[in-house]
T-cell receptor
Framework: AQKITQTQPGMFVQEKEAVTLDCTYD???????LFWYKQPSSGEMIFLIY??????QNATEGRYSLNFQKARKSANLVISASQLGDSAMYFC?????????????FGTGTRLKVLA | GAGVSQSPSNKVTEKGKDVELRCDPI?????LYWYRQSLGQGLEFLIY????????KSGLPSDRFSAERTGGSVSTLTIQRTQQEDSAVYLC?????????????FGDGTRLSIL
């Protein structure tokens, strides 16, 4: 069965440092998509970055990059030069197809706290 | 509108009552999704619509839950005979299509509290 695992319930990082948030996944479907979302304390979900299973290059979006290791089934999010505004919950998600329909599963999230 | 709009933002109701949650997606987005987020938890995928059609309803927690979408736009999630375990934030999202690289844009959610 498809599964997303985020093993870090909470992380701290010093402002201006880089931080890696872990995400591992499990699927037998060769075609899938991996997403990272940010949820600040205000509650809205904000899309950060996407990686397709067939993409050869690791995705990057500004300070966000996705360290995609397909053989290890990991899709870690790297945030460079952390800012205080990066403090939030971060969710890893996977889109897959089962029985001809799309489904999405989310991990349990990692709460990141950026320290001044 | 500019973003996904959900109403009401908060709903408090007594156990056993029916509730209806509304989602107005971004104009032109054909795919619409419903999720449930319980306190301190991740998102639980409930259902998605492609146009007015929901290909798979197996994510709905029980037969008390139903959803519909009309005109390829507004969607309603209905919970009948609410139970306390239904208390959660219900999030709606939309995307241009349900296909792989399309990110979902989320609304602010409806916080549902069952007394």
């Amino acid at each position: 069965a498809q599964k997303i695992t985020q093993t870090q319930p909470g992380m701290f990082v010093q402002e201006k440092e880089a931080v890696t948030l872990d995400c591992t996944y499990d699927t037998s479907d060769p075609s899938y998509g991996l997403f990272w979302y940010k949820q600040p304390s205000s509650g809205e979900m904000i899309f950060l970055i996407y990686q397709g299973s067939y993409d050869q290059q690791n995705a990057t979006e500004g300070r966000y990059s996705l360290n995609f290791q397909k053989a290890r089934k990991s899709a870690n999010l790297v945030i460079s030069a952390s800012q205080l505004g990066d403090s939030a919950m971060y969710f890893c998600a996977m889109r897959f197809v089962t029985s001809g329909t799309y489904k999405y599963i989310f991990g349990t999230g990692t709460r990141l706290k950026v320290l001044a | 509108g500019a973003g996904v709009s959900q109403s009401p933002s908060n709903k408090v109701t007594e156990k056993g009552k029916d509730v209806e949650l509304r989602c107005d997606p971004i104009s032109g987005h054909t795919a619409l999704y419903w999720y449930r987020q319980s306190l301190g938890q991740g998102l639980e995928f409930l259902i998605y619509f492609q146009g007015n059609s929901a290909p798979d309803k197996s994510g709905l927690p029980s037969d008390r839950f139903s959803a519909e979408r009309t005109g390829g736009s507004v969607s309603t999630l209905t919970i009948q005979r609410t139970q306390q375990e239904d208390s959660a934030v219900y999030l709606c999202a939309s995307s241009q299509t349900p296909h792989s690289n399309q990110p979902q844009h989320f609304g602010d959610g409806t916080r549902l509290s069952i007394l």
